[in-house]
């Protein structure tokens, strides 16, 4: 979705995740933590995490913004983004991983692989059901996630909000702010590039 707001094109090549592709050591040396993404720069750096591709594209191509413009909005959206990240995204992986039968041994991404832990897959799925309230209470008061303009940290929220339906966890009929924003992030191209 980063690359599409930004108008950008780039090779792209599937990792299978499903069939540990990650954990080949084919793969491993392309990126020891064995985590997608990767970007793969033309002089042979890979960068392997979002927050550094995200860093390394804004400075490349700084239009539109995705990470702020004037010094509060880059603070603003980057607390946020974490705050998606800490509280939403993670939670949500907690109660996924630890839960389904698919993550058996693989409670954790890298390439040691962790067993379940049940009880932290309930611990997660109430942090993440409490995300969702806090994320309706935010756009209770601002239009974006991070602020005023459309940032990184809708992007974050989105993919969360997609992922928590793998835990079975919709957007409340009373989150109303949270359900609106939702509406309006899914209609924007980069969602369904
Ligand atoms: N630190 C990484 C983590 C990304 C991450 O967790 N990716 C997942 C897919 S959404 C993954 O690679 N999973 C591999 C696995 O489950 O073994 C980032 O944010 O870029």
Known sequence: MFIAEKGLEVEKREVDLMNGEQLTPEFMEINPFCTVPVLELDDGTRLRDNASIARYLEETHP???LLGTTPIEKAMIAEWDM???????????EAFRNRSKGFKGRATTGPVGFEQIPELAERGAARAKNFLSLLDRRLAETEFVGGDSYSIADITATVTIDFAGW??????DDQKALRAWYDRMAKRPSYSA
Do not use: D, M, N, Q
Request: proline share 10%; hydrophobic share 45%; aromatic share 4%.
């Open 83 to 93: 705050h998606v990240l800490s509280e939403g995204f993670a939670a949500v992986g």
């Open 63 to 65: 239009t539109p913004p």
């Open 167 to 172: 835990i079975k966890l919709e957007i409340g």
